[in-house]
Every structure is written in C-alpha cells, then in structure tokens.
C-alpha cells in the first residue's frame, strides 16, 4: 500500500487556493487604497504556491535560491513591523509574529528537505544523508501553527489574523498604511460593491490563514 | 450595495472593533475557554499526526500493526477488540485512517465554535475512551505495565477528564478552572482519584522494575534527535540503577500533588508546580514527547495531558479569573498585534 498521494495532492490545492485567494485580496485592496494587510496577502501568495510545490512535485517551480530569498524578506518584514507593533502598543504578541514564524519555517524547509522517508510525490525528498531539521524545532513550530489556527477562528473579532487587533487605533490616529485619516470623520464614506465586500470578510482572510496554519504544520510533522 | 467608512477592505473589521469600542464591553477570553481552546489545539495535533504517511500503509508498519502490538498479553476482553480494530485498520487502512483523522478534526474545529463545544467535547469523551480500550488495549492497565513514566494508565484517558472538566458552564473560574463547571467537590474528588491511581501505577507491576523501566526509554529512542538521545542515555542509565527509588519518589509526589488541592493556595500553587515539573521532566526524558520526534507516534502521551490539567487546578485571584461574561461577536479582545 503506497503513501496516499490523494492526500498531498488535496494540500496542494488547499495551499493554491489560498495563495489564489491573496492574489484576489491584493488585487481589491488597490483600487481601495488600503495597504493594511498586503504583506500578509504577498506572503500567503508565496507560501501557497510554494508549499503547493513541495506537496505535489509536478507543481513545483523556481529554484530554491529565489525562494529563500523570497522567505528571508518577507522573515525580515514581519520581524520588523512585529518590533513597530510591539513599540507602539506595549509588549504583546503582534499578529506578525506569527507570519514571521510561517516565513521562518518555510526557510527551514528549503535548508532542510525532507528525508527518504517522505511520500514519492513529494517535491522536498532528499537523499537520506541531507541534513535534517532539528524535529524539536519542527514541532514547536507546527504545535504554534495549530495553536495559531484554532486560536484564530475562536476570536470574535474576525480578520485579527491578517490586520492585528489594533487595527481600529492605526485608522483612527491616520496611521500610513491603515487606511485614511478622515475615517475619523467619516468624510470619506464610499461604497463598497457586495461582491467585493463579501470577498474581503473577515472571516474568509481568518479562513485562509487557518488553511495555511494546517498545511504548514502538516508540513512539518512530515519532516520530522 | 454595503455602505462603510472609507477604509476600503478594512472596513468590516473597523466597523466590528466599532461596535465593540461603543458597547464599552470589553471582556476578556475566560481562563476555562482558554483550556478549552489549548485542549482543541491538542486535537489538532492529534489529527494531523493520524494523516502521516505510515499510517495509511498495511502490515506490521503501519497503524495496524502498531495495535496488534499492544494487544498481545492482554486479556480477551481487551485483546479481542484491539484485534478486531486492527484486523479493520489492516483490511482498509485507507478508509479507517481517514475516519479516525476526520473524527479528529471535527472535535478540535467543534471544540472552537461555542455552539459545537458542548457536542464536540462530549464526542472527546466517547472518542477518547474508544481509543483507550481499543487503541490502546486500556492502557497497559491489565498487563501491569502502567506506570506513568510510560504514559499509564493511557494518555487518552486525559483527553476526557480535560473534556469534563473544561465543559462549559459557570460563572467564575474561582477559585480554580477545573471546579468553574463541576464544583469544587466533584473537581477535587477526581484530583485524587487521578493523582491516587498514578500513585498506585507507579509502584504495581513492573512500575517499580529497574529493568522495565529502563525498557521503556531504549524502546524509544530510536530516530530521535541527537539532544533527545543524548537525555535518554542519562535518564536510561538513572532508571536502571535507581528505578525503584524513582518509582517511589513519583508515587510520593503523586500523593503530594493529590493532597495539594486541599492545602492553602500558596502552598496548592507549590504542589502544583511540583507536580508540573516532575510531569514535564518524564515527558520529555522518558517519554521523549511521545514518540513525535521520531515521526511514529499518534499523540503526545500524558506528560503533556497531565501538565494541562495541572494548570486547570491553579488556583487563581480575581484578576487573572473569569468574568463569566460570554464574549459576543465584535467585542475586542487583546490578544495579538
């Protein structure tokens, strides 16, 4: 009885439909002018299609190199603005935290492929002899993907995942990047189209990021 | 047409946080929901772990060869359901693993949805006691094997106490999580009654055999990291010239910890710490996190479960215990960036 590839072969999927679903929020958030949450919908982009890649080897394009450069920025970015948000509000756990931890385990899996063991459709197989992730590593970060997943969809307040809970001060007091400074006022009241509105609810970026959470964690006990 | 503040996609959420900064009421997460939530998180593990490779492969390495090893040695009435469900497991591997996953799955995602929690733990109950006398032929329990440096008396069994204590219900987490839903009685009658039966596990049977004890850190040390080989080398050597003193001194903290919840908080919060250290110690050195690091293991067995539940008997001031206010949708909660 083989691996069941079916089930990589589903991941991988799940993984492109959330990178496909980033790609659609990066796309309405420019005619709206709104920059808060673009490095989160960039980053699922590029994990999407990346871990699709490593799931399903068919799938897989690029060479490695660009893709850790690609996951070191974005490490970078998160790391950053993890340290801005942790600044400006008091120690807290900043949503980005989270997200430079997804970038920093995707780093890890192109400096430690998988081993032999893995399931023959898999893109990250390597020879035995590769050097291994630490699987203590591996498992606090996947045990924090999860916790991230389950935490995330149990908050009421939805969209936390992709635009922090301070999202609401950073409109408020105009802050560049959370979106305009008369929302104070109300003077910039616009419509948005229900189609459009029903794309961006909140619930569905909680949604993305719980699907990335798994398929990431599912990543990493792979690796073990 | 949905009408919004300017801030574009963002305004769903600005609206919500809206509603929540008007209504002035803010509540924060309660500590038993907060278990609840660590216990899903769990599951989720737990889920994931059922969909690795191995085990949808047939034979002795895959899953149902894992349970005819635990079945052998036990008597008919634990020996014969274990085989069955491995006979079912070897017939459809496929079909029985993807179940046992997706029952997973669903306990960990209805545990999260407050109108889930209640059916969702219920089915943790069942679920968990299920896995125990046919998972994990109950423990090692009738062959005398039990000990909880191993995971005795089954790290499943955790799963349901953890669901019964955490169901949802009550007004405050005073003075102590476990107690908000059953009562501080009922929670320190299964205090004991857990703490007495791993007490008793620590020195029945070959709980107290150097050798045996030994056996269980050899037996799983294959495949793991080199740090954790290295603990298990140290805590295999300690058990096989001291194994009868460690048994000892386990039961002894067991009857501690089982006498902690009826001392003042202070001293509670000693026995507690106690408890949790020793647990986390034989989690890791002994157990080595449940096999997970060697990539073959479906749970994290009970070091983890028991330090969990340790934490549900912490006994807490006003500040750090619930409100009972149930949080509705849009209500802030401090909780990340």
Redesign the interface.
């Known amino acids: ?1 083989g ?2 590839s079916w ?1 990589y072969y589903l991941f991988a999927v799940l993984m492109l439909a959330v990178a496909a679903y980033g790609a659609v ?1 990066l796309a ?2 420019v005619p ?3 920059v ?2 673009r490095d989160v919908d960039v980053a699922h982009i590029f994990m999407g299609t990346s871990m699709a890649g490593m799931f399903v080897a068919d799938w897989a394009f690029g060479a490695n190199g660009f893709w850790e450069l690609v996951f070191s920025i974005l490490l970078v970015w998160f790391v950053v603005r ?1 340290l801005q ?2 600044q400006r ?1 008091g120690l ?6 989270i997200h430079a931890a997804m970038s920093f385990a995707m780093l890890l899996m192109y400096w430690y492929p998988m081993g032999a ?3 023959s459709s898999m893109s990250m197989s390597a020879s035995s002899s590769a050097a291994k992730l ?3 590593l591996g ?1 606090l970060l ?2 924090a993907f ?2 991230s ?3 995330t ?8 995942s992709h ?6 001060q950073l ?1 408020m007091s105009g802050a560049p990047g ?3 400074a ?2 104070t006022t ?9 189609v ?2 029903a794309v ?3 619930w569905l970026e909680d949604a993305s990021h719980v699907v990335m959470c ?1 398929g990431m ?2 990543m990493l ?2 690796m ?1 | ?14 609206s ?3 509603v ?2 008007d209504d002035a009421a803010v509540a924060p ?1 309660s500590c038993q ?1 907060t278990f609840q ?2 216990l ?2 769990v599951w ?2 737990d889920a ?2 059922q ?3 191995f085990m ?4 002795s390495n ?1 899953f149902s060869g894992m349970l005819n090893g635990l079945a052998s040695g036990n008597p008919v009435v634990v020996h014969g359901p274990v085989t069955w469900n491995a006979s079912l497991v070897y017939h459809q ?2 079909l029985t693993n993807t179940v046992f996953a997706g029952i997973q799955f669903l306990i ?2 209805g545990i ?2 407050n109108r889930t929690t209640k059916a969702a733990l219920g089915a943790s109950i069942v679920w968990a006691l299920g896995v125990w006398w046919f998972g994990e032929a109950a423990g090692g329990v009738f062959l005398g094997g039990a000990t909880p440096f191993g995971g005795g008396p089954g790290g499943v069994l955790f799963y349901a106490i953890l669901a019964v204590l955490l169901w949802p219900g009550g007004t405050s987490d005073r003075p102590f999580v476990a107690a908000r839903t059953v009562g501080i009685t009922a929670a320190k009658a299964i205090w004991v009654v857990v703490w007495g039966v791993l007490a008793v596990l620590a020195l029945v049977g070959s709980g107290r055999s150097p050798q045996a004890l030994q056996s269980l850190v050899t037996g799983l040390n294959t495949g ?2 080199g ?2 080989a290295h603990i298990d080398r140290v805590s295999a050597s300690f058990l096989l010239h001291h194994g009868t003193t460690a048994a000892v001194l386990l039961a002894v903290v067991c009857v501690v910890a089982a006498a902690g919840v009826f001392l003042p908080p202070r001293a509670t919060q000693v026995t507690l710490v106690l408890a949790i250290a020793v647990f986390a110690v034989i989690w890791v050195a002994v157990q080595n ?1 449940g096999g ?4 073959g293991a479906t749970d994290p067995n009970s070091g983890l479960l028991v330090v969990i539940l340790a934490l549900t008997y912490w006994p807490l001031t006003d500040a750090r215990s619930g409100t009972g206010v149930r ?11």
Do not use: C, Y
């Open positions: 009885m691996t069941p089930l929020l309405v958030s709206m002018r709104q808060s949450g993890s948000s942790i509000f807290h756990v900043p949503h980005e935290a063991s893995a399931g630490d699987p203590g498992l996947a045990v999860f916790a997943a389950i935490f969809l149990a908050n009421p307040v939805k969209g936390v635009h922090g809970s301070h999202i609401r409109v959370a979106g305009p008369d929302a109300g003077s910039g009241t616009r419509s948005v189209g229900a459009e509105a961006t609810a909140p798994i964690g599912f006990i792979l073990l | 047409m949905v009408t919004t503040v300017g801030v574009g996609r963002r305004d769903v959420v600005v919500e946080l809206d929540a900064a997460r929901r939530l660590v899903a998180t989720l593990l994931v772990l969909i690795q490779p949808f492969t047939k034979g895959g591997p496929i960990a995602f999260v949805w793991q990291p740090w954790l996190v997970i690091l060697a990539g949080m509705r949708p849009g209500q802030l909660v401090a909780q990340g960036g």
